[in-house]
C-alpha cells in the first residue's frame, strides 16, 4: 500500500498532511483542543486616522479598520462576545476562546482604559488566551509593562501589523511608521518578557511591490523569527480608498497562481517553529471588489497544501539563519 501524503510528510511540526506549523496544531499543543477567536471591536482608533502621524487610515483598511467580522463596538464587551461566540457555535464546538482585540489600534488608549477592557475580556467564561492587534508604534512603556504582566496570567499574543518592510509602500499605503520604527517596537515587546507571543501581518499584493519586494519582506520577518505570522492577500474593499485607486483601473489585484505561488515560496524561508496563523485574509463578501477569487478560501489553501507536496517542500526548507 503506497504511504499518505500524512506519513510521507517531512515537515516536524505537524500531524497531519499540513507541511506548515498551522495554528489549528498550535492551538491543540497550547490548548488541547480548538478554540473559537472572538473578534472585539472597543472603539479604539488609529494614529494614522486621528492626525497623529496621519489622516485616513490605511488605504486598504474599511471603516471598523479591519474589524469588519466582529460585533457593534455600541455593545460590550460582553454582549459582543455572546453574540459572536453564539454565530461561530456550529463551526468549532468548543467550550474554550481566545478574545481578539482586532479593530483598528488596541493599545492606542491610556493605560486605565486598556486594562478595563482587557480585564473584562479576561474574565469571560471560556478565555484560556487573549490575542491584541496592534501597531509597533503604539507601544507605550507603561503599556508595554502591563502587557508583560499580563502574560503572567494567560496565553498572550500581541500581533504587529508590518504589512511591508520596505519604507516607499508604507508612504504609499499610509501606514504612518517606517521599518526602523517597527523594529524597534517589536524589540520593546521582546526585552519586555519572554512569555508575549509577537505575531507579525504582512499583505501580498500592495500597490508598486513585485514579487522581489514581498519576499524580501518574508526575509526581514525571518530574522526577527516572531512566534506567528500571518500572510494576507491585499483585497479591495468598499469603503476603503483602494477601491478608488483600483475603480480608476490604477491598481491590479494579485492573480491566484502568482499568490499560491507567493505563499509556498514564503513558507519556505519562514523558520519551522513560527506559527503560521493565516494564509490568506478574508473580506466580507458585500464588501469585496476584488479578487473574486479570493471568495473560495479553502480551494486556495488546498492549492498552497498541493504545490508545497509537488515541490517536495515544506515550511523553513529554505530558511537560512540570519540570511
Known amino acids: 500500500m503506497m504511504p499518505t501524503q500524512k506519513e510521507r510528510n517531512p515537515f516536524p511540526n505537524s500531524d497531519s498532511n499540513k507541511r506548515y506549523y498551522t495554528y489549528d496544531y498550535y492551538l491543540r499543543k497550547t490548548f488541547g483542543g480548538k478554540c473559537a477567536k472572538i473578534p472585539l471591536d472597543v472603539g479604539f482608533t488609529c494614529p494614522n486616522i486621528d492626525g497623529r502621524c496621519g489622516v485616513g487610515g490605511c488605504i486598504y483598511c474599511s471603516s471598523r479598520g479591519s474589524g469588519d467580522f466582529a460585533a457593534s463596538s455600541a455593545l460590550s464587551i460582553r454582549d459582543q462576545f455572546a453574540i459572536t461566540a453564539s454565530s461561530l457555535a456550529n463551526k ?3 467550550d474554550r476562546c481566545i478574545p481578539y482585540f482586532q479593530a483598528h489600534t488596541n493599545t492606542y488608549a491610556p493605560l486605565a482604559v486598556l486594562r478595563e477592557k482587557f480585564e473584562e475580556a479576561l474574565a469571560l467564561e471560556g ?28 496565553v498572550l499574543t500581541v500581533e504587529l501589523g508590518l504589512q511591508s518592510a520596505h519604507d516607499v509602500t508604507a508612504e504609499r499605503i499610509n501606514r504612518g511608521h517606517t521599518f526602523a520604527q517597527f523594529v524597534e517596537g517589536y524589540d520593546k515587546l521582546r526585552r519586555a518578557s519572554d512569555r508575549i507571543g509577537i505575531g507579525i501581518h504582512l499583505i501580498f499584493g500592495l500597490p508598486g511591490e513585485d514579487d522581489g519586494m514581498m519576499l524580501d519582506s518574508v526575509r526581514a520577518v525571518a530574522r526577527l523569527h516572531p512566534d506567528q505570522v500571518k500572510l494576507h492577500l491585499l483585497h479591495v474593499l468598499r469603503s476603503s480608498r483602494l477601491a478608488q485607486i483600483y475603480e480608476r483601473g490604477e491598481y491590479l489585484p494579485l492573480e ?24 490568506t485574509g478574508d473580506g466580507m463578501g458585500e464588501d469585496l471588489l476584488a ?14 497544501d498541493k504545490m508545497l507536496y509537488a515541490r517536495d517542500s515544506y515550511q523553513g526548507k529554505h530558511y537560512v539563519k540570519g540570511g
Do not use: F, H, Q
Open 291 to 304: 479578487p473574486e477569487w479570493s471568495r473560495k478560501k479553502v480551494s486556495v489553501i488546498n492549492d498552497i
Open 256 to 279: 491566484r497562481e502568482r499568490y499560491i505561488s507567493l505563499v509556498v515560496r514564503a513558507l519556505e524561508m519562514l523558520p519551522a517553529d513560527i506559527v503560521i496563523a493565516r494564509l
Open 92 to 94: 468549532w464546538k468548543t
Open 127 to 154: 478565555a484560556v488566551g487573549m490575542n491584541i492587534a496592534t501597531r509597533a508604534d503604539c507601544l507605550e512603556d507603561d503599556v508595554v509593562e502591563y502587557l508583560a504582566a499580563l502574560a503572567e496570567r494567560t
